[in-house]
């Protein structure tokens, strides 16, 4: 038996998984001075929250939907660092969500399942070194993070 896909687009049907998700991005090339126990990411551009909540520093966002999320998340620095990044969930790391290049790296990419509580927060994080970066800007993008709900 194969799996159909089904969009969710008749009002009569009840309330379809991905009617929650988020996205949020950097394109400003902002400063970010990280702590070796971690910094929070603004991502103050290209908001589309659909439901979600964010902070007014643009750094922790707010889930509305309790579920299993597809999450993926992107940072892009200018200069090549020998640091972590990482999602945090309610304060403390989420598994999974770590990346530890063994070499300097300019561009740090995650993809993963995880599930979530309403009124979970969730923010981006680099983290392991004390530093001064700069993401990328000029309209490209420095970070950026997005769920979607799944189930």
């Known amino acids: 038996m ?9 009002s009569s049907e009840p309330e379809c998984a991905t009617t929650n998700s988020m996205y949020a991005s950097n394109t400003v090339g902002s400063t970010v001075l990280v702590l070796l126990g971690g910094s929070n990411i603004p991502l103050p ?3 589309s929250l659909d439901g979600f909540s964010v902070n007014g520093s643009n750094t922790t966002f707010t ?23 990482r999602l945090v969930r309610n304060g403390a790391p989420l ?3 770590v990346l530890s290049p063994a070499v300097s790296a300019s561009s740090y990419n995650n993809d993963l399942i995880a599930y979530f509580n309403a009124g979970d927060t969730i923010s981006l994080q680099l983290f392991g070194l004390v530093a001064t970066i700069i993401l990328v800007g000029g309209g490209a993008t420095g ?7 799944l189930s």
């Open 2 to 10: 194969c799996a159909r896909i089904h969009f969710c687009n008749h």
């Open 95 to 97: 598994p999974g969500s």
């Open 63 to 85: 889930i509305p939907e309790e579920g299993r999320y597809y999450v993926t998340y992107q940072v892009n620095t200018t200069l090549g660092l020998l640091g972590n990044t």
């Open 45 to 47: 551009n290209n908001q």
């Open 143 to 149: 970070a950026a993070l997005t769920l979607i709900r």
